[in-house]
């Protein structure tokens, strides 16, 4: 069976969940190969993780020409383990440096690029939305092997492991000058709480211009963290102030495909639809009955959310 490359993402907490999706989808497609592309150790540290989601290779590319200077050297790694092993095809998260590694993968080799993709089928027809979501589209690379980014959360929401015992290989890839444009000098640690990232969350709850100001936000916290959500906002909440940015959800913000999506205060305007209409189950708290985001909703609620999100809290704590 042809071998389908999974680039592998991870934070100080392990491998991402995005990662532990390709290795589940990779499965379907071929024989799942995991690419390790960070600090001395790298590989080591994640060997078992990526054998028990079904890794039946790991190829490892560590130390300081890697992890020191941004995207360029993963890509230039990457261009020449293709060639080398010809894959069935590349797989990477829809992340932002999965992103960039796979633009710049693609131009290396002279291939067709999908991002943000939904879904892949065994034959390379990749699902994505178009036009702020509104659309379905099916699209395949036809230029060289399927190279292509999947957004979090989608194609196989709940990894399933397949245990495997994969050996390591080391590659010794020459890298340019020109891989090292740009070097890393300063890493600082992200103050995060105990929720889930929010572009990885099963669920997310978001708040938007309705929750009134940035101490109601609480109140959004409070479900989140009965739900064990990670927490959103409308562009709206966030351009008042009650939410930091990088917690907004939709065109201008993180795209967001979870289980559940549950919108307090938000209207449903088709710049916040596209970063979060793709989550499986929708659920609205607002007072206004012909709020558009009424239109997506398998269960909505008409009514005030300061109402009704303390009472939904209560019937949650009853349950737990
Ligand atoms: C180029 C561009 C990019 C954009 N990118 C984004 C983006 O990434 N993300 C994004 O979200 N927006 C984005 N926007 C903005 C978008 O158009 C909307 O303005 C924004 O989403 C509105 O946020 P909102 O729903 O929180 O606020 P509003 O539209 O003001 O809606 C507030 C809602 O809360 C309800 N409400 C009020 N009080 C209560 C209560 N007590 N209980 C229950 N319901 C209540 C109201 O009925 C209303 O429906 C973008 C706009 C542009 C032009």
Redesign the pocket.
Known sequence: MAEVLVVVEATAAGVKKVTLELLTLARTLGSPSAVVLGGTGAAAAMTDKLAEYGAEKIYAAEGDEIDGHLVAPKATVLAALVRDVQPAAVLLGSTQEGKEIAARLAVKLDNGLLTDVLDLSTDGVATQTAFAGQTLVKSKVTRGLPLVTLRPNSVTPTPAPAASAPAVTSLDIALGDADRLAKVTERVAEQKGSRPELTEASIVVSG???VGNADNFKLVEEIADLLGAAVGA????VDSGFYPHQF??????KTVSPQLYVAL?????I??RA?MQTSKTIVA????AE?PIFELTDFGVVG???KVVPQAAEEIRKRK
């Open positions: 938007g211009r309705g409308s562009r709206a909440a907004q959800v939709g065109q201008t913000g205060g938000i209207s449903g305007a710049q916040h970063g708290v607002n007072k206004d709020a005030d959310l300061f």
